[in-house]
């Protein structure tokens, strides 16, 4: 006999019945249902307002548009003028059973906080579905739409956004068999960002009880900055950086502006970090919406009730630099212009470079770049997690793939297919390294129950971290294996170098023992911190 069918299936929300697909096996994807108004016209630059509802079935066998970019992403589908539903969840679900209502996952995709959506292929929930969560994936504004500073309207609507999604979630998952009670947010660069923002966002409190943040950026933006990038991009859109100027020119021409603003950082930026890496969105520290940097914010215990597994890889910025997306710094003098931008001190580079003897400048530059946006970062926020009560588990992702000429590092995403059991996705080859291999699905297997068993219970399976130290899960091949940071050469060498976020702390939540208080390490720097020109050729 062939292999049977896909059929379709229903399911009952507030707004009205939803027609998805049930494969053979028996999940169940409900793609691009509308959890709120297109935030267009009317509702542009404005908090999201409710969907209206249907009242026939609505079709929902295939992913809703994307928001306003200019990316174009393997097997993704891309913005185009005119698409305006673009607030949309997708849903997977295994079939029904007697066990009782199962837990949810609520992915939310990175991508600078510029571009990317839930369609794209290495996000399928199949496979964590099949292992026993709800799974719920969503669209945001993005971009100007979703993080540009706009006067009169509210900052950060791309984390309201994902707010409104997540009260679509406690209203609705029970019809598809989730528990809406044990909720689990989770995302990835960008979207591990805002899994943190929500964290420590009022109006998300109570929406879910655990988070699980792969590769948080050290990336926010204080109102000042962010009315500086904007007053740029209104330039390059020749309207006036108000609400109506910005209001009177299209999505289109304010995504070309954007880019426009991004291309010309490395020789002209607003903050010093954006000669080097030229993203000119990220959330903003407005003080309404997001109170706080959640790094202090986490420190004050804010979120102790919100269990959180957090996760880097080794090697996050060689992604970055093989797709082009940061500049290249290939000399000794360009390598002190960097540490001079993000106020690194003079011992951290020369720690580095006593850690990579043999190593060029570029690859000590990934090196202290990735460490210095996500990997100190990442790890701070479990370690002031755990400190103020709540409970947090680390990890980092160190597989490795050799190969003639070289090999694929553990960089930036990698550790994402791997997560969601989607090795063999569009795009997958090139994060991993080529097809997958026995211990690569291995890996998978161990990753992906990882997350399930957390979404359940709490507990991905290794010691948490504790306020006197910090356990690491390292996800490798042929075996993971448990490690200290406490032994950890690199984590030594931040050691008294506190974030900016930090500088606000007791002096017992700042990092430490070290040698006195160091520059802080900053990316939400004011306009007067513009790089000199002198400092921006290669």
């Known amino acids: 006999m062939g292999e049977q069918p896909w059929v379709e299936t229903e399911f009952r929300t507030a707004g009205g019945t939803v027609r998805g697909r049930r494969s053979p096996d028996g999940v169940a994807a409900v793609l691009g249902?509308?959890?709120?108004?297109?935030?267009?016209?009317?509702?542009?630059?404005?908090?999201?307002?409710?969907?209206?509802?249907?009242?026939?079935?609505?079709?929902?066998?295939v992913f809703g548009p994307v928001a306003p970019q200019s990316a174009e992403l393997p097997g993704s589908p891309v913005w185009r003028p005119g698409d305006e539903e673009v607030l949309t969840v997708n849903v997977w679900v295994r079939a029904?059973?007697?066990?009782?209502?199962?837990?949810?996952?609520?992915?939310?995709?990175?991508?600078?906080?510029?571009?990317?959506?839930?369609?794209?292929?290495?996000?399928?929930?199949?496979?964590?579905?099949?292992?026993?969560?709800?799974?719920?994936?969503?669209?945001?504004?993005?971009?100007?739409?979703?993080?540009?500073?706009?006067?009169?309207?509210?900052?950060?609507?791309?984390?309201?956004?994902?707010?409104?999604?997540?009260?679509?979630?406690?209203?609705?998952?029970?019809?598809?068999?989730?528990?809406?009670?044990?909720?689990?947010?989770?995302?990835?660069?960008?979207?591990?960002?805002?899994?943190?923002?929500?964290?420590?966002?009022?109006?998300?409190?109570?929406?879910?009880?655990?988070?699980?943040?792969?590769?948080?950026p050290h990336a926010f933006f204080g109102v000042e900055v962010a009315a500086a990038i904007t007053s740029r991009i209104a330039a390059?859109?020749?309207?006036?950086?108000?609400?109506?100027?910005?209001?009177?020119?299209?999505?289109?021409?304010?995504?070309?502006?954007?880019d426009k603003v991004a291309g010309a950082c490395e020789t002209d930026p607003v903050t010093a970090v954006q000669a080097f890496?030229?993203?000119?969105?990220?959330?903003?520290?407005?003080?309404?919406?997001?109170?706080?940097?959640?790094?202090?914010?986490?420190?004050?215990?804010?979120?102790?009730?919100?269990?959180?597994?957090?996760?880097?890889?080794?090697?996050?910025?060689?992604?970055?630099?093989?797709?082009?997306?940061?500049?290249?710094?290939?000399?000794?003098?360009?390598?002190?212009?960097?540490?001079?931008?993000?106020?690194?001190?003079?011992?951290?580079?020369?720690g580095y470079r006593a850690l990579m003897p043999d190593a060029p400048v570029l690859d000590r530059y990934l090196a202290i770049f990735g460490d210095a946006v996500f990997g100190e970062y990442s790890s701070r926020l479990a370690e002031h997690h755990a400190r103020a009560g709540g409970r947090a588990y680390l990890s980092r992702?160190?597989?490795?793939?050799?190969?003639?000429?070289?090999?694929?590092?553990?960089?930036?995403?990698?550790?994402?297919p791997f997560a969601f059991g989607n090795?063999?996705?569009?795009?997958?080859?090139?994060?991993?390294?080529?097809?997958?291999?026995?211990?690569?699905?291995?890996?998978?297997?161990?990753?992906l129950r990882a997350w399930v068993d957390f979404a359940a219970c709490g507990d991905p399976g290794w010691p948490a971290v504790t306020a006197d130290g910090t356990t690491v899960q390292v996800w490798a091949v042929p075996d993971d294996h448990l490690s200290d940071d406490g032994a950890s050469a690199v984590r030594a060498l931040w050691r008294g170098v506190p974030l900016e976020a930090e500088l606000s702390l007791a002096p017992e939540?700042?990092?430490?023992?070290?040698?006195?208080?160091?520059?802080?390490?900053t990316t939400t720097s004011s306009p007067s911190d513009t790089l000199p020109a002198r400092r921006t050729s290669k």
Do not use: K
């Open 397 to 416: 992702f160190a597989r490795r793939r050799p190969r003639p000429g070289g090999g694929t590092r553990p960089w930036h995403t990698a550790d994402i």
């Open 509 to 521: 939540l700042a990092p430490g023992p070290g040698p006195g208080l160091e520059p802080a390490l």
């Open 33 to 61: 249902i509308p959890y709120a108004a297109a935030p267009f016209g009317a509702h542009r630059f404005r908090a999201p307002q409710p969907a209206a509802g249907w009242s026939a079935p609505r079709d929902c066998t």
């Open 96 to 216: 029904p059973s007697d066990a009782g209502p199962l837990p949810v996952l609520f992915w939310i995709h990175g991508g600078a906080y510029t571009f990317g959506s839930s369609a794209q292929p290495d996000f399928d929930g199949t496979a964590l579905a099949r292992a026993g969560v709800v799974v719920v994936s969503c669209n945001y504004r993005v971009g100007f739409e979703g993080f540009g500073h706009v006067p009169g309207f509210p900052d950060n609507r791309g984390l309201l956004d994902q707010v409104a999604a997540l009260r679509w979630v406690r209203e609705n998952i029970a019809a598809f068999g989730g528990d809406p009670g044990n909720v689990t947010v989770a995302g990835h660069s960008a979207g591990a960002g805002s899994a943190a923002c929500l964290m420590v966002m009022e109006q998300a409190h109570g929406l879910f009880r655990r988070a699980v943040a792969h590769s948080v």
């Open 236 to 258: 390059a859109a020749g309207v006036a950086a108000t609400g109506p100027g910005l209001l009177s020119a299209s999505p289109q021409a304010l995504v070309a502006a954007a």
């Open 277 to 350: 890496d030229p993203v000119v969105f990220q959330p903003v520290l407005d003080g309404e919406v997001l109170p706080m940097d959640p790094l202090a914010a986490l420190a004050s215990g804010i979120a102790r009730e919100v269990d959180l597994l957090v996760c880097h890889t080794l090697e996050e910025y060689w992604f970055l630099h093989e797709v082009g997306a940061v500049r290249e710094v290939a000399s000794e003098p360009e390598l002190a212009d960097f540490a001079e931008a993000l106020s690194l001190p003079a011992r951290l580079v020369a």
């Open 423 to 447: 090795l063999d996705a569009v795009g997958a080859d090139f994060l991993i390294g080529g097809a997958p291999d026995a211990q690569d699905r291995a890996l998978s297997r161990r990753m």
